[in-house]
């Protein structure tokens, strides 16, 4: 971490002002790699382990999380896969401009960082954070960056004072909390009367659901030690592959792939290496999570009503629900 960002953070617990309390490694470029920060209010310490403080210990129940972004921590990164999936959802759902120089984003649930990448790329003082250690990935790809500032923290506790930021987007994560409705109503209190929020969610619809077969097996599978069942997935899928190419080559066929727990992205134009290795990933994603509580665009809506948020847009997007607001005149009590 830059210690000019230190400025952006403050306890969890107390809201106090924390400083640098330990240096164990330090570079001349002002970045601290370990040490810890301590708050001044009620003397709490939080390490930094590899750039990045640590609010939350480095394993809980998104350690697959951990596990699947330290295994695929490039994949789906625009800059490495050649595509501009990434790009075209961070501007597509946000409906943000590419330029935010001057601005404080933050996101919430970044996992590998493809996002990251793409808020940095605007210019804006990016603070990222995710409960997992998958925010050891993130930095590995974007924590050089002077305007990035990467946290392994929880949505629940976030160590920051209201008002904080002028924009804040958290995709791909509320469904993976124990309550996607407490998680969302964290948010809004971060920003600044008037900023700019953009989530999203994962679609709920029963006959979807009960015809998503990944939550047929999920109840063996999410308890499963993340180890053993990615190890699992990668087989499955070697062993899937020559009958999953053949259905891709139906109408649709992806579609039933998917039904079939083959993550299939051929409908993206991936090929080869490549298209196996989003494979793996995703049908692991599908599998592992502790969590996966879907919501009803109208919930998600209601959440953000309830929030006291304006300007509230909703889509449906081929990732679930889109939500867009803008935060209350006040910013509301943490
Ligand atoms: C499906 S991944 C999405 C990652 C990234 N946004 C993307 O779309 O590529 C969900 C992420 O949410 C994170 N997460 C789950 N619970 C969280 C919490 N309580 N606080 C912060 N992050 C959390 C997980 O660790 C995981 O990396």
Not at 63 to 86: C, I, M, N
Not at 196 to 204: G, L, P, T, W
Request: aromatic fraction near 12%; charged fraction near 20%; proline fraction near 6%.
């Amino acid at each position: 971490m830059y210690l000019e960002h230190l400025h952006l953070l403050a306890c969890p617990r107390c809201r106090g002002d924390l400083l640098c309390v330990r240096t164990e490694q330090a570079r001349d470029d002002g970045s601290l790699l370990d040490g810890a920060l301590g708050c001044l209010a009620c003397q709490k310490e939080y390490p930094v382990i590899g750039g990045v403080p640590r609010f939350v210990p480095r394993e809980n129940y998104a350690s697959g999380f951990g596990l699947e972004w330290t295994k695929h921590a490039r994949t789906q990164y625009d800059s490495y896969s050649g595509l501009k999936v990434s790009e075209q959802r961070f501007l597509g759902q946000t409906h943000w401009p590419r330029e935010l120089e001057g601005q404080r984003i933050l996101e919430v649930g970044s996992g590998s960082g493809r996002f990251t990448e793409q808020a940095a790329n605007t210019g804006a003082t990016v603070v990222s954070l995710d409960f997992s250690y998958a925010v050891d990935a993130n930095h590995a790809s974007n924590g050089a960056r002077r305007n990035v500032l990467i946290l392994q923290a929880d949505v629940f506790a976030m160590p920051f004072r209201p008002g904080t930021f002028d924009r804040l987007f958290c995709f791909g994560m509320l469904q993976h909390t124990p309550s996607p409705r407490l998680a969302f109503q964290a948010l809004p209190g971060v920003l600044r009367p008037g900023g700019a929020m953009c989530a999203d969610i994962y679609k709920v619809s029963l006959v979807r659901t009960v015809l998503q077969t990944k939550y047929w097996v999920r109840p063996l599978t999410r308890r499963m030690n993340p180890d053993r069942l990615y190890a699992r997935v990668r087989r499955w899928v070697d062993f899937m592959w020559p009958l999953a190419r053949l259905i891709r080559t139906l109408p649709k066929g992806y579609a039933i792939n998917w039904r079939l727990l083959v993550a299939d992205y051929s409908f993206l134009g991936l090929d080869g290496a490549m298209l196996k290795e989003w494979s793996y990933l995703d049908t692991f994603d599908m599998l592992a999570p502790r969590y996966d509580r879907p919501a009803t665009l109208t919930t998600f809506r209601r959440w953000a009503v309830d929030a006291g948020l304006t300007d509230i847009e909703t889509e449906y997007t081929p990732h679930g629900v889109v939500l867009r607001a803008t935060a209350p005149p006040q910013p509301s009590a943490l």
